[in-house]
């Protein structure tokens, strides 16, 4: 996610507690590497189920981590490729009935890295993939993060700090699936790092916040209830 404080910044020590900064972080060499830290950590909260509330998501965990692990799989090459820096993947699940039992929403990026020449090295923000998890709006995982070593380059491409991404392919990514008596519906939305001169500033922050969780018009496209809808 934005760094926004010292959330991003990799402790000189690992923190007092080294258990649980090893379930939130890892440390990778290279993209793709990190990509597969990055789907370990969120496997690993999803299936530990700490967080009493995701007991309620084990009934479609296969389903979830089969689509998140494609998913994040390929988030190097579509960073590189077409500045891909942020993917919200949400799941939903109706019972028979159409009533919906709940709504898991994993969140990953690629961060850009803290320029204060200031500060020393081992205490500066490095490049990274952030990840979160919210169940029914609630966070129930992370914020964690895959970091980079410092200099290096990659990720190719950085959410910048206040910018923007554009949505991209909008309404592409969706299905549904059965996991036994229960239906999984999921959608994933990916972000596009814009130019700067190509962001449009004029929008307030509410409004670019609604406008980011606006519905794509292709769900129309499926029965209602569906993706969250109705």
């Not at 490095?126 to 129930?140: A, F, N, Q, T």
């Not at 190719?156 to 036994?180: L, V």
Request: charged share 35%; proline share 7%; aromatic share 12%.
């Amino acid at each position: 996610m934005p760094a926004k404080s010292s959330k991003g910044k990799v402790p000189a020590t690992k923190a007092i507690d080294d258990e649980k900064w090893k379930k939130l972080n890892a440390e990778a060499g290279e993209p793709h590497e990190a990509a597969q830290k990055l789907y370990e950590l969120i496997r690993g909260c999803i299936s530990a189920a700490e967080e009493p509330a995701l007991a309620n998501v084990q009934i479609a965990r296969e389903v979830i981590e089969d689509t998140l692990k494609n998913s994040i799989k390929i988030f190097p090459t579509f960073n590189e490729k077409y500045r891909i820096v942020e993917v919200w993947s949400t799941f939903w699940a109706y019972k028979e009935d159409g009533k919906l039992l709940w709504t898991l929403k994993v969140i990953w990026d690629a961060d850009e890295p803290e320029d204060d020449e200031n500060k020393p090295e081992d205490e500066k923000i490095r490049p990274h993939y952030g990840w979160e998890i919210y169940l029914d709006g609630k966070r129930v995982g992370g914020p964690g993060h895959v970091y980079f070593p410092p200099h290096t380059g990659d990720p190719a491409f950085y959410r910048k700090m206040n910018s923007r991404p554009k949505e991209e392919d909008t309404g592409r990514y969706q299905d549904q699936y059965w996991a036994g008596k229960v239906r999984i519906d999921w959608a994933a939305r990916v972000r596009k790092l814009q130019a700067e001169e190509h962001e449009d500033q004029s929008l307030s922050e509410e409004e670019y916040e609604r406008q980011r969780q606006r519905p794509p018009n292709a769900w129309n496209n499926f029965d209602l209830p569906s993706f969250g809808r109705g």
